[in-house]
């Protein structure tokens, strides 16, 4: 087959892929985890049955991929918000801000409690996890080096810290309170 053949056969299942997800995460903000078939997904994005099923089994594995494709797009943005700034102090309140920012939009999504616990199950989010707790302990270990902020208290225990009381962002109905909890996290990590 020649290549732009397919590189748009590709493209073509790259489009129906996503569009599935996005016709599952919608459906299921709509009529929650439990009254969503794979009928309504197939209906809803515009292809047959079978074809769904060409891609994916059920509406779990969809669920999955969709929270896959999001982990690893926040995960790009943090890497991403951590490269921009060279100064060590405001790399860690970029990256500080940039997760809380994302905890408290996701909650605003309206996932249920059932949808969250299904997601994170995931063996990817393990991996997920590892690579954002790797990001944030190397940023709280050179701001502690650069005195910025305390060293009396290992890195690793500063980001368990970090990602805890930040995920009270969630929570929070405004960002300019996601605001002030980054500040009080920061603080918390200056004292000594």
Not at 50 to 65: C, G, M, S
Not at 163 to 186: F, N, S
Request: proline share 3%; charged share 25%.
């Amino acid at each position: 087959m020649p290549k732009l053949w397919n590189e748009t056969i590709e493209a073509h299942r790259r489009t129906v892929h996503d569009a599935i997800l996005d016709a599952t995460v919608e459906l299921v903000r709509e009529r929650g985890l439990l009254g969503v078939t794979m009928s309504q997904i197939a209906e809803k994005t515009g292809i047959g049955r079978a074809t769904l099923y060409k891609y994916f089994p059920d509406v779990e594995a969809i669920l999955l991929a969709w929270h896959g494709r999001m982990v690893a797009a926040h995960l790009e943005h943090l890497a991403q918000t951590a490269q921009r700034e060279s100064d060590v102090g405001r790399r860690l309140v970029a990256m500080l801000e940039t997760y809380a920012l994302m905890h408290q939009r996701m909650a605003r999504h309206g996932f249920a409690p059932d949808l969250v616990a299904l997601l994170h199950r995931s063996e990817d989010v393990g991996q997920a996890q590892q690579r954002l707790h790797a990001m944030l302990r190397d940023a709280l270990a050179d701001a502690a080096r650069a005195g910025q902020i305390r060293a009396d208290v290992p890195a690793d225990e500063l980001v368990m810290f970090c990602l805890h009381a930040l995920q009270a962002a969630t929570a929070l109905p405004a960002e300019d309170a996601v605001q002030r909890l980054v500040a009080l996290t920061l603080a918390a990590l200056r004292e000594s």
